[in-house]
Nanobody, 130 residues
Framework: EVQLVESGGGLVQAGGSLRLSCAAS????????ISWFRQAPGKEREGVSC????????YYVDSVKGRFTISSDNAKNTAYLQMNSLKPEDTAVYYC???????????????????????WGKGTLVTVSS
């Protein structure tokens, strides 16, 4: 019924760019905040970015500010994460997620909480080579 499907991951050199997509179906897209999380091998999953579809506000973890841009196209039920100036430290599986709450943030930075998310995609791998 509910699906979030990520695409756009791949192998890229440091300094390069990728655009991830998250196609949603089976729920009312406009009612949800859409988040991107990532998980590197052996690391905890962390929130990267979030967009409130209700008001369009966007939030980012400090490490990606100025490099990543989250957006959404409600007509297409799709969210995007444009990733520029990629670093090897960005290597991870990237997941999109959705929840009925607005994005959570602290001091202007995204504060992703996994347990708040209602729906998850299966992830797409981003590998940044040095």
């Amino acid at each position: 019924e509910v699906q979030l499907v990520e695409s756009g991951g791949g192998l890229v050199q440091a300094g390069g760019s990728l655009r991830l997509s998250c196609a949603a179906s089976g729920f009312t897209f406009d009612d949800y905040a859409i988040s991107w999380f990532r998980q590197a091998p052996g690391k905890e999953r962390e929130g990267v970015s979030c967009i409130n579809n209700s008001d369009g506000n966007t939030y980012y973890v400090d490490s990606v500010k100025g490099r990543f841009t989250i957006s959404s196209d409600n007509a297409k039920n799709t969210a995007y994460l444009q990733m520029n100036s990629l670093k090897p430290e960005d290597t991870a599986v990237y997941y999109c997620a959705a929840d009925l709450l607005n994005c959570l943030y602290y001091n202007g930075s995204y504060y992703g909480v996994e347990d708040v998310m209602d729906y998850w995609g299966k992830g797409t791998l981003v590998t940044v080579s040095s």
